[in-house]
């Protein structure tokens, strides 16, 4: 039997614990879930609990499952080299060793890669973000596809809902990025500075609609909250995002905890060394297409 152990975050205080239950781990389907509250294989800062209670931020809630009972990962391509996954928000890309929760590793591992070497991620996603996420499934895959995103011979393109409208409406911003490792966190200055990294980020307006822009944005450089962190000291933070963002704006809007920001396309030059891969173009819609269709449904410009 295994076990992901997640954190009750601000927006799932007061909640029931059975829907956070769903949210935390959504590769269950209903009957596993039935099976669980039967068994009462949920426990609450340590102790079984019913499915029935309220929970409260900061409470540390652990589910026991079978792993037959997960359903696999969308994948958006796969070959002997490689799997594409569309990675969800709210699941991490590798497992963290201090709270021994459930990763995309693990769920592949387990199902697609189970007779075979892990799978190795050629790339990160935040938590939060949602989108195309690249693994590679053998060694070789592995040192040319960290070669590509090193040399950066790849297109990379992201979408979010940013507050307010951009000016000018397309540009490539410059910035210095440092990094708060014990904060969990970074902090974007104008100037360099000793342990600041140079940043890259380029945006362009795709809509705009009642004081929100979609954006596509194109990450240059590939820092740890580079786009979030960056788009927020441009004045325009990510809508959802609780950490750089607009908390009373993420309120106001329903959308707290729920980060506006997919990686949609991804296309890879990887020199001939993986030619099933080279020239193709991967894209999707971002989980949050359906809010800004009927934002600029309601606020025609």
Not at 110 to 139: K, Y
Not at 149 to 171: H, Q, S, W
Not at 227 to 247: E, Q
């Amino acid at each position: 039997m295994a076990m992901i152990q997640a954190q009750i975050g601000e927006s799932q205080d007061g909640r029931k614990l059975l829907q956070c239950v769903r949210e935390i781990l959504p590769e269950l389907d209903d009957a596993a879930i039935r099976r669980i509250v039967q068994h009462r294989d949920i426990k609450l800062d340590g102790k079984r609990v019913s499915s029935n209670v309220s929970v409260h931020s900061g409470q540390i809630v652990q589910i026991y499952y079978l792993d037959k009972e997960l359903k696999l990962p969308e994948i958006v391509y796969m070959d002997p080299d490689v799997i594409l996954v569309n990675k969800r928000a709210g699941i991490s890309v590798e497992s963290n060793p201090e709270d021994h929760s459930a990763s995309l590793c693990d769920l592949l591992s387990r199902t697609i890669c189970a007779n075979e070497q892990a799978p190795i991620p050629c790339h990160r996603l935040d938590n939060q973000t949602s989108g195309l996420l690249l693994f590679a499934r053998n060694q070789h895959a592995a040192d040319v596809l960290q070669r590509v995103f090193m040399n950066r011979t790849l297109d990379k393109r992201y979408t979010c809902i940013v507050r307010g409208g951009m000016k000018p409406p397309e540009a490539t911003c410059k910035a210095y990025l440092l990094k708060d490792s014990e904060a969990g966190r970074v902090r974007i200055i104008d100037h360099e500075t000793a342990g600041a990294k140079t940043i890259l980020t380029a945006y362009k307006t795709l809509e705009a609609h009642d004081g929100l822009s979609l954006l596509s944005v194109h990450l240059i450089t590939g820092r740890t909250h580079q786009i979030r962190a960056h788009l927020a000291a441009l004045g325009h933070p990510i809508l959802g995002d609780d950490v750089y963002g607009d908390r009373q704006l993420n309120r106001t809007r329903h959308v707290q905890g729920k980060l506006m920001l997919c990686a949609t396309l991804l296309c890879l030059d990887t020199g001939g060394e993986l030619p099933l891969l080279d020239g193709k173009v991967f894209s999707i819609q971002p989980p949050f297409q359906s809010i800004w269709s009927k934002i600029s449904q309601e606020n025609p410009s």
